[in-house]
Protein backbone atom coordinates (compact mmCIF):
# COMPACT_ATOMS: atom_id res chain seq x y z
CA UNK A 1 0.00 0.00 0.00
CA UNK A 2 1.54 3.22 -1.19
CA UNK A 3 0.80 6.31 0.79
CA UNK A 4 1.18 9.65 -0.37
CA UNK A 5 1.73 12.84 1.93
CA UNK A 6 1.22 16.86 0.36
CA UNK A 7 2.84 19.69 1.92
CA UNK A 8 3.75 23.34 0.54
CA UNK A 9 -0.25 24.49 0.64
CA UNK A 10 -1.36 28.10 2.23
CA UNK A 11 -2.45 31.59 1.11
CA UNK A 12 -1.06 33.67 -0.44
CA UNK A 13 -2.04 37.16 -2.79
CA UNK A 14 -3.04 36.65 -6.40
CA UNK A 15 -0.03 36.88 -8.25
CA UNK A 16 1.82 34.59 -5.24
CA UNK A 17 3.59 31.12 -5.95
CA UNK A 18 4.29 28.19 -3.67
CA UNK A 19 5.46 25.15 -4.39
CA UNK A 20 3.61 21.52 -3.30
CA UNK A 21 5.44 18.67 -2.47
CA UNK A 22 4.28 15.11 -2.38
CA UNK A 23 6.08 12.96 -0.48
CA UNK A 24 5.51 9.08 -1.06
CA UNK A 25 6.19 6.14 0.96
CA UNK A 26 7.46 3.70 -1.61
CA UNK A 27 9.38 4.08 -4.67
CA UNK A 28 7.51 5.54 -7.63
CA UNK A 29 10.21 4.87 -10.44
CA UNK A 30 7.93 2.90 -12.46
CA UNK A 31 4.62 4.51 -11.80
CA UNK A 32 2.62 4.91 -15.22
CA UNK A 33 0.66 7.76 -13.37
CA UNK A 34 1.49 10.36 -10.97
CA UNK A 35 0.88 14.11 -10.41
CA UNK A 36 -1.89 16.48 -8.93
CA UNK A 37 -5.56 16.49 -8.84
CA UNK A 38 -7.02 19.95 -7.72
CA UNK A 39 -10.80 19.97 -6.11
CA UNK A 40 -12.56 23.26 -5.50
CA UNK A 41 -15.87 23.44 -3.19
CA UNK A 42 -18.67 22.80 -5.21
CA UNK A 43 -16.63 22.34 -8.37
CA UNK A 44 -15.98 18.19 -9.88
CA UNK A 45 -12.11 16.98 -9.65
CA UNK A 46 -9.78 18.36 -11.95
CA UNK A 47 -6.33 17.08 -13.16
CA UNK A 48 -3.94 19.81 -12.66
CA UNK A 49 -0.59 18.61 -14.10
CA UNK A 50 1.05 15.06 -13.96
CA UNK A 51 3.78 12.60 -15.23
CA UNK A 52 2.64 10.14 -17.76
CA UNK A 53 4.69 7.37 -19.27
CA UNK A 54 7.45 9.49 -21.33
CA UNK A 55 5.51 13.20 -21.07
CA UNK A 56 4.00 15.85 -19.06
CA UNK A 57 0.13 16.81 -18.96
CA UNK A 58 -1.35 19.85 -17.72
CA UNK A 59 -4.46 21.30 -17.97
CA UNK A 60 -4.81 24.13 -20.31
CA UNK A 61 -4.78 26.59 -17.15
CA UNK A 62 -1.96 25.52 -15.36
CA UNK A 63 0.22 25.71 -18.76
CA UNK A 64 3.10 28.83 -18.64
CA UNK A 65 2.32 29.50 -14.53
CA UNK A 66 2.92 25.23 -13.14
CA UNK A 67 5.81 23.35 -13.32
CA UNK A 68 4.99 19.35 -12.38
CA UNK A 69 8.63 18.09 -11.69
CA UNK A 70 9.62 14.56 -10.11
CA UNK A 71 12.71 12.98 -8.04
CA UNK A 72 12.49 9.30 -8.18
CA UNK A 73 15.15 9.42 -5.58
CA UNK A 74 13.49 11.08 -2.82
CA UNK A 75 10.36 9.40 -4.30
CA UNK A 76 8.67 13.16 -4.61
CA UNK A 77 6.76 15.18 -6.79
CA UNK A 78 6.24 18.76 -7.23
CA UNK A 79 4.41 21.21 -8.42
CA UNK A 80 5.59 24.35 -8.96
CA UNK A 81 2.91 27.44 -8.94
CA UNK A 82 3.63 30.81 -10.14
CA UNK A 83 1.60 33.60 -11.13
CA UNK A 84 -1.71 32.69 -9.08
CA UNK A 85 -5.21 33.07 -9.16
CA UNK A 86 -8.15 33.39 -6.96
CA UNK A 87 -9.97 30.36 -9.39
CA UNK A 88 -6.71 28.20 -8.53
CA UNK A 89 -7.83 28.36 -4.98
CA UNK A 90 -8.97 24.49 -4.47
CA UNK A 91 -7.97 21.24 -2.46
CA UNK A 92 -4.81 19.92 -4.42
CA UNK A 93 -4.16 16.50 -3.80
CA UNK A 94 -1.62 13.81 -4.90
CA UNK A 95 -1.95 10.95 -6.61
CA UNK A 96 -0.51 8.05 -8.56
CA UNK A 97 -1.32 4.46 -10.21
CA UNK A 98 0.79 1.52 -11.84
CA UNK A 99 -2.03 0.06 -13.92
CA UNK A 100 -3.74 2.77 -15.95
CA UNK A 101 -2.89 2.67 -19.79
CA UNK A 102 -4.48 5.98 -19.71
CA UNK A 103 -3.50 8.53 -17.42
CA UNK A 104 -6.14 10.65 -18.52
CA UNK A 105 -8.86 8.58 -16.56
CA UNK A 106 -9.85 9.26 -13.11
CA UNK A 107 -9.28 5.90 -11.72
CA UNK A 108 -6.65 6.30 -10.10
CA UNK A 109 -5.35 3.96 -7.59
CA UNK A 110 -3.56 6.15 -4.89
CA UNK A 111 -4.67 9.67 -3.43
CA UNK A 112 -3.24 11.74 -0.40
CA UNK A 113 -4.87 13.58 1.57
CA UNK A 114 -4.94 16.43 0.11
CA UNK A 115 -3.43 20.68 0.83
CA UNK A 116 -5.04 23.36 0.73
CA UNK A 117 -4.16 26.23 -1.22
CA UNK A 118 -6.11 29.72 -1.22
CA UNK A 119 -5.44 32.85 -3.17
CA UNK A 120 -6.97 35.88 -2.24
CA UNK A 121 -7.06 38.73 -4.50
Known amino acids: QLHLVESGGGSVQAGGSLRLSCAAS????????IGWFRQAPGKDRERVAY??????YYTDSAKGRFTFSRDNAKNAVYLQMASLKPEDTAMYYC????????????????WGQGTQVTVSS
Open 51 to 56: GGNGYT
Open 95 to 110: AADWGLNDCYSDSWDY
Open 26 to 33: GSIFSSNC
